[in-house]
């Protein structure tokens, strides 16, 4: 049989309780739409017992696949499965948590037909989060906008329509770090913003926690982006040039007997001034260098354990 039109991606790391609904709503908006389906999840190694509902739903439904990690890698190694080995012209990725509404999904590809484009970002117009997630998550994209000069907006995250030709762009980097928002950026297609509703999480609570989006932030810089040694850099020419001056008007003033030694606060601080400085930049730089030999290794981004309903033969008829 020929490839469905659409493959739904979702990353599954905790709600188990919501899976069914998510699969049930789904099938049901794609049944209304009239168009051929498959629904992909990728079990994140969640320790909730989210693979045995991922399991009893495959086997219920041959239009749903699983995939198991053999361990937790993360959620963007769990996007970049799920898009390996969906067959869809159009994909969706979305979470699994029923924040984002697959009921949205016919206004995405009604985006999508009337711009003509090939992604369809949905832009969550009111947050249904607490003040403080709404806080953290919009230091957060404010801090990878800067470091890595993309425009990143907080109120937008994984969930949108995905033509198969920026799938198949993004599925050919061989990088190890992927992170999916801002290799979207980094395409270069144009995409549409779509306004959705936002739901409440159906249970539990987001697993990014502070010090998780502050790893998840600097392993981002770090790949995307060379801004940090520019910064470095900057830092480095701007006390070059106050030193420079104040060498100046110590030189100056020496000539003109007015020179008087004070003591020596103000150089031991300079000293330790520029030490910091100095450490800092050797750091940065060994950074860069411990992910250049990341990359180099070439291992994988992410390990799969176990498949549902014949996953890896993403080429095989679809067995509906």
Partial sequence: MTAPTLSVVSPVYGSPTSLEPLCQRVADVCSKMGISYEIILVDDRCPRGSWKVVKEICAANPFV??????RNFGQHSAIEAGLKHSKGEWVVVMDCDLQDQPEEIPNLFEAAEKEDAKIVLARRAERNDSLYRRAISAGYYGLLSFMTGKPLDASVANFGLYHRTVVDAYCSWEEEQKYFPVMIQWMG???VYLDVAHSKRSEGKSSYTLGKLLKLASDVVFSFSDRPLWIIV????????????????????????????SGYPSLILSIWF?????ICSVGLTGIYVGRTLREAKARPSYIVADYLNDVPGSDKPDPR
Wanted: glycine share 12%.
């Fill in 234 to 261: 900057t830092i480095g020419l701007i006390i070059a040039a106050i030193t420079f001056v104040l060498s100046i008007v110590t030189f100056i003033q020496a000539l003109m007997g007015e020179f008087d030694v």
């Fill in 65 to 70: 696949k699983g995939m198991r990690f053999s």
């Fill in 189 to 191: 297609f144009e995409p």
């Fill in 274 to 278: 520029m030490g910091g400085v100095l």
